[in-house]
Structure formats: structure tokens, C-alpha cells
């Protein structure tokens, strides 16, 4: 079996073990000091990249879910973690029409649940000029790009 493996470096572990836990409905299976590990059998992984004139690295995250009911269970998590959670039902993005729900985690990366309705023949319905991904401007408030590169693991 493989799967994916997402790194990200945050500034407070014990502020976001929570977070993670609630979002991903489970507890770590390790927890260090300094680091904390998810081994999660769900949800898979749906990888894209873009260029289209967003800042290079990490854009967002996200979990995308089959059905409405999933939606709404991620939307349940979300409701109890801080902060503001933007809904966009029906939108049109990343060549898809989705039902969505945004927030971003403790260190500042946009986080999407989706439900992928339907393909689409455009990126987006915006403007020509609008390049940009689709995190919606109150979410996408840290430039994640700029995460420090250090060795790790």
C-alpha cells in the first residue's frame, strides 16, 4: 500500500494537536514533544499542482469526500475547531464544480473539504485576469510559501 505523506511545521504543537485531531476525526498514534503523527487509512489523497500565478509552495490542503453526508460531517468537525469557516456551495474551480468548506489551521494554511459535484471546461468562472487558485481572500491571509526550509526528516 502507499500513501501520501504531508510535513507541516507549525509553531505550537499542544495548540495543534486539537485542530488536527477534529478535522481528521482521530487522535494521533504518536505524540512527542515536538511532533505529532496521524496514520490515517482515511481520508485518501487527491494531489493537484497549478501554475497560475499564486505564490509557489504549499496552496492549500484539503480533504475531498464522496457524498453530501460526508460534507456534512466534515462540517460538523470544522464547526468545533477556531476560527471562521467559509461555505461555498456550487462554486467553480480547479476545472470542478464543489460544494466547499474553508478554514484555515493554527499556523495559517487554508484548509478545503469538498465535495466535487461535477468537471467543468474552466478553471474558475472568474475574470480572464484572475489566475489566482480559489482560496477565498479572507482564508488565504498567510503567504504559506514562505515556510522556512530546514533539514528534517
Known amino acids: ?13 499542544q495548540s495543534s494537536i486539537p485542530f488536527y485531531s477534529k478535522m481528521f476525526g482521530s487522535e494521533p498514534t504518536v505524540i512527542k514533544s515536538d511532533y505529532a503523527k496521524w496514520q490515517l487509512e482515511d481520508p485518501k489523497v487527491n494531489f493537484a499542482i497549478s501554475a497560475r500565478g499564486a505564490p509557489i509552495g ?34 467553480a474551480c480547479c476545472y ?13 494554511i487554508p484548509w478545503e473539504t469538498f465535495h466535487t459535484l461535477d468537471s467543468i471546461p474552466v478553471f474558475n468562472n472568474a475574470a480572464a ?25
Open 96 to 108: 470542478a464544480q464543489s460544494d466547499k468548506y474553508w478554514v484555515n489551521d493554527p499556523a495559517g
Open 58 to 91: 504549499i496552496n492549500h490542503l484539503g480533504i475531498q469526500v464522496e457524498n453530501d453526508a460526508e460534507l456534512g460531517e466534515m462540517k460538523t468537525r470544522l464547526d468545533q475547531v477556531q476560527g471562521e469557516v467559509i461555505e461555498e456551495m456550487g462554486t
Open 1 to 13: 500500500m502507499k500513501r501520501m505523506h504531508v510535513h507541516i511545521g507549525v509553531s505550537d504543537i
Open 129 to 153: 485576469s484572475d489566475d489566482a487558485c480559489c482560496v477565498p481572500a479572507p482564508i488565504a491571509t498567510v503567504a504559506v510559501s514562505a515556510i522556512a526550509k530546514k533539514s528534517c526528516c
